[in-house]
């Protein structure tokens, strides 16, 4: 069996959060490792936990401080996690800001969620077959 995509998910909608949990955790071998509505909570569970994390889900305007803060912390301290953006705003000009700090795609919440739930996928398949090339 495959070790479910580690994924830690920044957004202050309690709602849009629990949901986008309910549905990626239901359609994909992927384990929600923790949440923060905002930047201080994300950055601390960056510096002060351990714990595996393959994909961070990004929403840029929080309760308080910013998914930009966010983004460029995990640049330094969370290198090896995917990151990706799930935005309201996913404006030409978020995107490149988003991509400067290190989001590999930017999805927009009212029309990409079907684009996140493919990328997610993407990323499985590429641990599973890199699992079964360092098997071989």
């Known amino acids: 069996m495959d070790t479910p995509l580690a994924t830690y998910i920044v957004e202050d ?10 549905t990626l955790e239901e359609l994909l071998p992927l384990h929600v490792v923790g949440t923060a509505d905002d930047e201080a909570v994300a950055l601390a569970w960056m510096s002060g936990c351990d714990e595996r994390c393959d994909l961070m889900i990004v929403d840029i305007f929080l309760k308080r401080g910013s998914g930009l803060g966010v983004l460029d912390a995990a640049q ?51 641990r599973r077959d890199a699992g079964a090339q360092a098997r071989a």
């Open 76 to 126: 330094r301290l969370r290198p090896s996690s995917h990151r990706v953006v799930l935005s309201n705003y996913a404006t030409p000009d978020v995107r490149r800001r988003c991509e400067a700090l290190g989001a590999e795609r930017v999805f927009d919440k009212s029309q990409d969620i079907e684009a996140l739930i493919d990328y997610c996928h993407r990323l499985v398949d590429e």
């Open 13 to 22: 909608n309690p709602l849009i959060r629990d949901n986008l949990i309910a």
